[in-house]
């Protein structure tokens, strides 16, 4: 049986989470021991995923080695066979690895021939961005770690394996459209249950303890008005410089209500006016001049913050009864302000959509396009309309597969697997951390 060849692994495994337990670091020592159970998944990605884990924990036994060794020479003990017994630890750990590259081993996990790369480098880089913050934050930024000591590092190792899942999942564009709205939609309920709580009076699941509005506008407005605390402009100018304007179809809390709503009543969307796109650049003006304008005049903070949720209401109403209409996302393309933003900043961003020449102009992509960017005129200069998220949802509505992601340098599916590696690894991290 393959359990018995792997017992190594789980040896290794049981060893490492002894050493974080003994240490008190709690929560590694529960990544250290449930970490094999990822090879329940059948996928070479999580055999993949589990080697790289071995071996970081076999420097994890270096660096212990090291560490008592110098004790125990400062203290002028004998170390010598400390550092026989820490050092073949630390050879076994890696050796551990190792025996996950048996065939036999390979094939009974491996159930699927899907490239494991993008699944691998999703896990990666979400557990490299979530442990960056976390050490560099004054305070407990991950959920876990303000309800159990260090157990940030458990929350980090599952958000890391969902991202890794996910990305399995949209590599197949024929799911990538029904998986995007899922985990938006978690992240959506994710956000405002934690909100609820909150207002509840469980300070915990507010990432400050104190309340903000949970508006897309007030991402701009609210540092305006208040000269101070530009963190989420930064963080939002930062992702749509790495991914465009996909902050808008993968990590905007409000945009899922909006194309569940638009695809709830119609199955195909309608063309907005033309004069949509000017219509929410005017919202952006009028919000900042209006943000400017409370500081300026002095305006408490109780009636900026109505004046923010009217505002919000309004956004809410427009779903409601345009988007159900249209079946096009008018919140998103014609009201939202920060929508705007993403789309022209979206343009720093070396991601883009584009359409080979040899399409024939079909418009089945259109029936699929909830942003209204592909119109006649989007699909006749052969690229998608200013109100393109980069969703992806198109790709699959094409037989001939004429749309297609471009990254400079790289072949339309490289640049496609590393938008989404990017783009799914950028979501788990905000799961993690994207709290009032």
Known sequence: MVIFRILPVLLAALLLAAHFFRAGQGGLALVSAGAPMILLTGRLWAVRILQILLLVASLVWFQATLEFVGIRQALGLPWTRLALILGTVAAFTAGSALILEREKIKRYLATDITTSLPPVAAFILTMILLAIVRAKVTFPILLLDRFFHDWGWLEIFLLSFYAAVVTEKMLDPAQ?????????????????????????????????????????AMIAAGPLFRGEGFFMPILFISTVVLIGPAWCSHLCYIGAWDTALAESKRRTPKVLPVWRSELRVAVLIIIIISALGLRLLGVSSIIATVLGLVFGLVGVGVMIFWSRRTGSMTHCTAYCPIGALAGWLGRISPFRMKIQAACNECGRCRLKCRYDALNMSDIQKRRPGISCTLCGDCIVSCPDRFIEYRFPGLKPQTAR????????????AALGLARI
């Open 176 to 216: 990538t459209a029904r998986w995007r709205k899922r985990i938006w939609l978690i992240f959506s309920a994710v956000f405002f249950a934690q909100l609820i709580l909150g207002i509840f009076g469980l300070e915990y699941f507010l990432m400050t303890g104190q309340l903000h509005l949970p508006v897309p």
């Open 417 to 428: 697997a590393l938008f989404l590696v990017m783009t799914i690894s950028l979501h788990a």
